[in-house]
């Protein structure tokens, strides 16, 4: 197994178009690796286990089929320490390489520990970039030279002008930039939902192994049909599906929540795109997803309108782009950030969907089914939940890191920690996500099949979501009641008499101390 230069390819770098590729060496070991280290340090969904190893699998095998040399060190192998650095430096050995090349990891926790193994035993890394974002670690500093005020929006702009997409001499399509209001409905019961497109991956093997490791994971599988792609063809086919049958409808309900009565088969996809797997791993580019689905809406313009498409597009090169860049840019202070001072341990049914509350039931039901749940059933049911009842970031980080299929650090962190929990101070979101019964019920169906009555406040079967709503407002009044955006809030709180106050603020803090029995 000799070899002059050693190149690492870590699980989230399956990227078959990386100028690695294009010529092959003799002298050139690639080397990919099951690790314990990956597989525990949270717990995760066994999906995503599993889908990450078959992936891994598969990529190997498309490059030592494409003539290059590959080493694969699988989980159960013998020789396999569970290190990543310890298995590099056997690895060193074992071969004579005088090289070592890494593509840069993604991940600050990967990023720091392969710097830290080289600085310490004086090894010289030479390092390349993944070829796969649009724009680099130090985004912000380049698209904000003269402020520390991050809009997600200026810097959408920026990415998309920069890239030409949507743009006709200069300007935005349409005259608009954004159509994020007409992308707020709720599914109406007669509009039809096709099916998602899922795949039938036989990961039996893999899941024996994963027992016969004492690999602890959460949620449920079929080993013999796992659901997700696991190859760049079928990531490929899971994005021509979204074009012909999600687009369409996408971003009008990408803020909708229904259930499998309403929906059946579909309520966990609805028109999402589901390719963040493929995405994260980097089967797939975000340009190349961008322009199939623009060269999709241009020609096909009479059934899917600009709203649609552009709503698709601020996801994949705005929000995803700019939530790495703030993770580059914050990281490691980022991942301690608390400015709420939330201590609240995660409540059991995040780990059971074991509660009365409809919206959670379905939501964390759907997470342990399929690893997966769309944004707004993160952001304004679990996490949502999880901000009005002061859960810890740190909790909630992990869980959410842990149960869904595309978690990854760099992109969970600052969805989780900024956007969902106001851990950072407003870093990302200029206000807390947070809302009433009211958001459920305007957008979904799930009240309608609750315990709660979402119309009640206080009370028997009050939902829990109005009154700790209020009892947010009041505890974090110092923080908030001079945010602009919140004016409104405060303005209705200071309205109420003492009574309802002390009422509302009654009832939350009853279901807070019964918060793992709501």
Known sequence: MKAKTIRLILGDQLNARHRWFKTKNSETLYVMMELG??????????????????????????????????????LDDARNQQSLTKNLLWLLEETGAKHIECQQPDEYRLDHQLKSWAGANNIDIKWFDTEHFLTGRNALKDYFPDTDNYLMETFYRKVRSEHDILMEDGKPIGGRWNFDKENQRKLPKSQSVTEPLVFANDVSDIDNMLSK????????????????????????????????????????????????????????????????????TKMLHPLEVVHSAVEHWSNNKDTISLAQIEGFVRQVIGWREFVRAIYWKFMPDYKNTNVLNHTRALPNYYWNAETKMSCMHHSIQQSFDYAYAHHIQRLMVTGNFALLAGVSPDALDDWYLGIYIDAIEWVELPNTRGMSQYADNGLIATKPYISSANYMKKMGHYCSQCHYDPNKKTGDKACPFNSLYWHFIDRHKEHFENNPRMGMMYQVWRKKSEEEKSELLSQAENYLQTVNEL
């Not at 969904?45 to 699988?74: C, D, T």
């Not at 803020?255 to 309403?262: A, L, S, V, Y």
Request: charged share 15%; hydrophobic share 40%; net charge positive.
């Open 37 to 74: 280290q990956e597989a525990d340090y949270v717990l995760h969904h066994r999906q995503k286990v599993l889908a990450f190893f078959k992936a891994m699998r598969n990529f190997s095998n498309a490059l030592e089929s494409a003539g290059h040399r590959i080493f694969y060190l699988r």
């Open 213 to 280: 490791q004492n690999i602890k994971t959460m949620g449920n599988v079929n080993p013999k049909q796992l659901i997700w792609p696991v190859n760049r063809k079928q990531a490929q086919q899971l994005l021509s599906y979204f074009c012909e049958f999600g687009l369409p409808n996408f971003g009008r309900y990408q803020d909708t929540m229904t259930t499998d009565n309403i929906t059946p088969g579909a309520h966990w996809s609805l028109f999402h795109s589901r390719l963040s797997f493929a995405l994260n």
